[in-house]
């Protein structure tokens, strides 16, 4: 058990000075894994001060000071991938074969994508636009970013958080969940491992209301960056327009699933269970509204419930355990509660819909579900379950998939599924999310941006378009005739 501190501040692990104790915990076994005391306002002031003070020398390191030390830290993270692995699996509950078959590694190449990009910060090219200056553009770092950080990725969500924002120059403070800092507090000190000063990367782990309202609302951050729910983000993005602060959010989800009817059938099906369940379906992109063309309606349901019924749900570090548990009672319960109102409002309930039987049912696991016959107007169709739960409809026509899909206050990801170029181009262009798959679901690169459209929120993670909210964009324009009566001046004086 854990008993070091999960607070990580100008190069130093901690406690919080909150007085307020808590746990983690595995939410598959119940296992404590750490336990300690949370951060409260004063901690965040430190973390803030640490981030200021490491900036002035941070952010005026060249490029390639950046991107070797973040190449040592790829490094240093691949030589510790299986305890990175183990720990990521134990505090959110997830099987040991996702965390090291994608977790880790994606983090790893994400290290590796910035310290490559660190080198590549561009403007447009320098020119003469009017003739008299020669014009430059500069990206400079912005200064001190507070990021907030979910629970469903730890790990990645903090590299999502902290790498751009460090290969450009800035200095971070990131709250992960409390729920699961455990990876965040490792990545950091890998990061000092590296040769990343302190103070570059702080963590300080509390509650919203506490070290989140104390981040967000601090002088000295001069920009957020938030990943969570649409209502959070929407208290955020209020809170930070009163001081004129910039801001980042990649908020709630409900992906579309839309099968046409010159689709693979075998590979639609594979697909939305693989999307639907992954991470027990906790995951902004899930694969959440199947909507499949009517001539495949029944024979895809029947085949996503029999590859349902394959899924194998067990302990986390078993390698063949397919499903862990949720991250928690309390989200579990949740989950059990929507599936329970569509079902009252007259939905089907094809696979799953509990709590499994035996130890399982003592965690907080819960069964692979598909609903079918909901409306559309329904809570499970409208709004983001975060649990391993598929909602599979019928349409009739394109117009109607098209339609459908975009029948949601959300637009972070979606995927259409159809042998026909014309479809699929369609689709591409009328979908309005951040992302739109192809005859797949939920592969990330970090070459390329994720972000979302409408309530999923704006900006993006990932890729060089990260730098773009990381990255102050400044213009200098040179005088070249050394004339000292310039033209413009004619129109304010002569100079006679």
């Known amino acids: 058990m854990e008993s070091t ?14 007085g307020e104790q808590y746990s983690v915990t595995n939410p598959a076994t ?31 390191t060249t490029p390639v000071e950046r991107s070797e ?30 965390s090291s078959g994608f977790d880790i590694p994606g983090t790893i ?61 800035n200095t971070v403070v990131l709250k992960p969940s ?7 507090v490792m990545f950091a ?87 639907a369940l992954i991470n027990a379906g906790q ?22 419930a029999a590859l349902m019924d394959g899924v194998r749900l067990g302990p986390v570090d078993d390698p063949d355990t397919d499903m862990g548990s949720l991250i928690s009672f309390q989200q579990r319960d949740k989950v059990a509660a929507m599936v329970e109102d569509a079902r009252r409002a007259g939905a089907t309930i094809v696979r799953g819909g509990r709590i499994p039987d035996g130890p399982l049912g003592r965690a907080a696991y819960y069964e692979p579900t598909l609903i079918t016959d909901a409306a559309q107007d329904c809570a499970v169709v409208q709004q983001e379950i975060f649990g391993p739960v598929l909602v599979c409809l019928p349409f009739d026509t394109d117009d109607e998939a098209i339609r459908l899909a975009n029948d949601t206050p959300y637009g972070l ?17 009328e979908i309005q999310a951040g992302c739109v798959w192809i005859n797949d679901h939920i592969p990330i690169i970090s070459e390329m941006p994720h972000g979302g459209y409408k309530a999923s929120g704006f900006g993006k993670d990932m890729s060089a378009y990260s730098f773009d909210e990381y990255t102050n964009v400044k213009h200098v324009m040179s005088e070249i005739t050394g004339e000292r009566h310039k033209s413009w001046h004619d129109v304010v004086f002569t100079g006679r």
């Open 5 to 18: 501190g999960t607070q990580f501040i100008a190069g130093k692990r901690r406690s919080g000075t909150s």
């Open 30 to 60: 119940g296992e404590v894994l750490a336990t300690d005391t949370l951060a409260g306002p004063e901690d965040v002031h430190e973390a803030v001060a640490a981030a200021r003070t490491a900036f002035a020398a941070w952010s005026r």
């Open 69 to 98: 030390a973040m190449l040592r830290w790829a490094d240093i993270l691949q030589q510790r991938s299986e305890e990175f692995a183990r720990t990521e699996s134990r505090i959110g509950g997830k099987p040991i074969r996702l």
């Open 109 to 169: 190449d994400n290290v590796r994508f910035f310290a490559g990009a660190a080198r590549n910060l561009e403007g447009r090219a320098s020119a003469e636009y009017s003739g008299e200056h020669t014009s430059t553009i500069r990206r400079e770092p912005i200064g001190v970013i507070g990021s907030i950080a979910p629970w469903n990725y730890p790990l990645q969500m903090a590299a999502w958080k902290v790498l751009p924002a460090v290969a450009a120059g």
């Open 178 to 184: 409390e729920l699961t800092p455990l990876t965040s």
């Open 189 to 275: 000190e890998a990061a000092q491992e590296a040769g990343i000063p302190d103070g570059v990367i702080n963590i300080v782990t509390g509650s919203g209301p506490v070290a989140g309202q104390a981040l967000v609302s601090h002088p000295d951050v001069a920009m957020v960056s938030f990943t969570g729910s649409t209502a959070v983000g929407r208290q955020i993005a209020a809170q930070a327009a009163g001081m004129v602060k910039r801001v980042h959010l990649e908020l709630g989800g409900k992906a579309p699933f839309v099968v046409f009817d010159d689709a693979d059938l075998e590979a639609a099906a594979r697909g939305a269970v693989a999307g």
């Open 283 to 304: 995951d902004c992109t899930a694969a959440t509204r199947a909507y499949v063309q009517r001539p495949l309606y029944e024979a895809f349901v029947e085949r996503v």
């Open 413 to 429: 990801a979606s995927s259409a599924w159809t042998s026909n170029v014309f479809r699929a181009g369609r689709a591409s262009r």
